[in-house]
């Protein structure tokens, strides 16, 4: 496969295109043909050894991704081949083909674009979590943003706009702060021409900001930090500049203010639960158009290295993009023939597959024929059917007789009960639907059901589900109907099919 590779540390023109072999997969890992990828700030430092993270050379930079899966390693049940997928791989992204942990990597819906797909996770995972979990940002708050049109800065723009806050964004030239305009800023500041503070004074009629977004660092952290109200938020992002500011704590005293780090990558690691919420909040928004990168420019592999010249020139605005390869319908068969995977010993992953998300249960109304995807797989194991017996009073043998049934049964295996796999359908569901505000509903009745296929005792199942009606109740919940099916894996008859009830208050 073609890949851009940095086989020493260096500016990004001794990066060299050339054929590599193609990656191997472990058991917990997911090969992608790659599709579209982002040109981030840390590929800049990753090529010069001065980031965080040090692969060994040589290596492709490239951290975000969007492509299809090839295949997955024996331990990953959230994607399958052929799979729309962005992945947040560290390195390796600029390549026809890479392979990453299967907890970084995320299926689409198919209404995001490519582009957009593989350009918005990282910008806009950052600065959502920066506004909301680290500033607390409010409606009605005033936020000055540094290197307001680079990556995170646009992105921050957008979505303190969205959060109802007034939006001072600062750049170094005027075309730069156009782009802030369009992306809805309220005021604008040229910190090449305009004194900083002087002028956020006028805006603010001497009251200062209530939060100060930085990922430039340099000499504009000083005055930001003065420019302060009274229990104001500075908000440490980046420092583009290459200079980490040193700033005097008395004024962090003097305003009563807080001086918050704010470090995406780690928080993802760290609050999965909260960063999974934070992403289906930005993947709802993204599918519904609330919010758009802002693409500066499409490069290909042959460019790749300008790209990352022309961030270091700080000649991009939002984001700069690298077209891998035109969309692939389906991966290869043979492609997947060849994949190696290797065998090893890991942890089964977490599920990461993004459920379908509602802003609020109003919009299920709305939502009448729309797919609610596929549930991870789930074996059914003997503990199970046997823990389902005891609990429903129904012991027959089929069911917990393991003996008994390897003599007697076709199959020689046990059977669950057709409604333990049922009465998996709501596990299943939290899995697949998210509506903000809203933290449990009621699975209370099936309309209508058709057992097809028994589930026997080791089957692998999974759930497709759909919302085939929706209807406002009188005291306001909403009753939704969801078609179901049952998959069992390697069989060609589904468990069941079903519609059933659930009740959303
Ligand atoms: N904390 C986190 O979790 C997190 C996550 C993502 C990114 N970051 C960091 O945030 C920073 C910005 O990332 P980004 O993706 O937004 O980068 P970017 O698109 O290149 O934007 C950076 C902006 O900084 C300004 N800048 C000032 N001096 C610069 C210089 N010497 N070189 C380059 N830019 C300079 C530029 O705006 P003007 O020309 O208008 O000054 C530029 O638009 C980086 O340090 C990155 O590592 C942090």
């Known amino acids: 496969m073609k890949a851009v590779i940095c086989e020493q540390f260096g500016l990004p023109e001794t990066l060299v295109l050339k054929e590599v072999p193609s990656p191997t997969i472990d058991a917990n890992q997911v090969l992608i043909s790659v599709v579209t990828a982002a040109v981030n700030f840390p590929d800049a430092l990753i090529i010069q050894n001065k980031y965080q993270f040090k692969p060994t050379l040589p290596f492709a930079p490239g951290g975000e991704i969007a492509g299809r899966v090839i295949a997955v390693g024996k331990d990953v049940s959230h994607v399958q081949p ?5 992945a947040l791989c560290g390195w390796g992204g600029f390549a026809e083909q890479v392979s990453v942990n299967a907890n970084r990597v995320f299926k689409i819906p198919n209404t995001i674009n490519w582009q957009i797909a593989a350009s918005t996770l990282y ?19 005033t936020i000055l943003i540094l290197g307001a049109a680079g990556g995170v800065g646009l992105a921050a ?3 303190a706009k969205k959060m109802g806050a007034i939006v001072i964004a600062a750049a170094s030239n005027q075309e730069k702060l156009n782009i802030c305009l369009k992306k809805g800023a309220d005021f604008t500041i040229n910190y090449s021409t305009e004194d900083l503070r002087e002028y956020i004074k006028t805006i603010t009629a001497e009251k200062g900001v209530d939060l100060v977004y930085d990922p430039v660092g340099g ?4 005055p930001a930090l003065r420019s302060l109200a009274w229990k104001g938020r500075y908000l440490v992002v980046g420092f583009a500049t290459g200079t980490i500011p040193s700033l005097p704590f008395n004024l962090a005293l003097l305003k009563g203010a807080s001086v918050v780090g704010v470090f995406w990558g780690a928080f993802t690691e760290k609050e999965p639960a909260l960063s999974m919420q934070n992403l289906r909040v930005l993947v709802q928004m993204i599918s519904r158009g609330d919010i758009q990168q802002e693409i500066y420019k499409v490069y290909d592999l042959n460019n790749a290295s300008q790209a990352i010249r022309d961030l270091m020139d700080r000649k991009v605005m939002g984001k700069a993009i690298i077209q891998v390869k035109e969309e692939i319908e389906n991966p290869s068969i043979d492609a997947q023939d ?13 599920a990461v597959e993004l459920p379908v998300s509602f802003l609020n249960k109003s919009a299920l109304l709305k939502a009448i024929g729309t797919s609610l995807g596929t549930s991870n797989w789930l074996s059914v194991d003997q503990t199970m059917i046997t823990d389902f017996a005891n609990a429903t009073l129904d012991k027959q043998w089929v069911h917990i007789d393991p003996q008994k049934a390897a003599k007697l049964l076709p199959d020689g295996k ?9 009465s998996l359908v709501s596990q299943f569901l939290y899995q697949m639907i998210h509506i903000e505000g809203v933290n449990s509903f009621l699975n209370y009745g099936i309309n209508k059901a058709r057992f097809i296929n028994p589930v026997q005792c080791g089957d692998q199942i999974r759930l497709h589900a759909s919302i085939s009606t929706a209807e406002l109740q009188d005291n306001g919940s909403i009753k939704l109907f969801i078609n179901c099916n ?10 069941y099919v079903a519609e059933i009830i659930s009740l959303i208050f």
Do not use: C, F, W
Request: glycine letters at 10%; charged letters at 20%.
């Open 82 to 86: 052929g799979d729309r997928v962005v």
């Open 123 to 141: 910008n806009y995972g950052t600065s959502y979590h920066a506004l909301k979990d680290r500033g607390q940002l409010q409606p009605g708050q």
């Open 157 to 159: 723009v957008e979505l």
């Open 219 to 222: 000499a504009m952290a000083e």
């Open 338 to 350: 060849q994949i190696i995977v290797k065998e090893t010993t890991v942890h089964k992953m977490q």
């Open 414 to 422: 046990t059977i669950a009960h057709g409604y333990l796999s049922m």
């Open 486 to 495: 049952m998959e069992i894996k390697g069989k060609n008859k589904p468990a």
